[in-house]
């Protein structure tokens, strides 16, 4: 019963909903981040759903020349 419930677990986090995975936050200007936001950032998406988020800044990142 055990392994089945890892199966289980496991699969499940894998085939999740609206998870993108690291690569594509990263792609996308945000960071992956346990738990929370850090303030000055909002929830974009998930990296792993429901515990892994990917942050994006509130503010643009603006470069000067």
Do not use: Q
């Not at 690569?23 to 945000?30: D, F, K, L, V």
């Not at 992956?32 to 792993?48: D, K, M, P, Q, T």
Request: hydrophobic share 30%; with cysteine; aromatic share 10%.
């Amino acid at each position: 019963m055990g392994i089945l419930g890892f199966l289980f677990i496991f699969g499940s986090l894998i085939t999740h909903g609206d998870a993108h995975g690291p690569e594509s936050c990263n792609h996308e200007g945000g960071l992956c981040r346990v738990g929370n936001c850090i303030s000055g950032e909002y929830l974009a998406s998930y990296c792993f759903e429901p515990i892994i988020l990917c942050c994006k800044s509130l503010s643009p990142t603006t470069t000067e020349s």
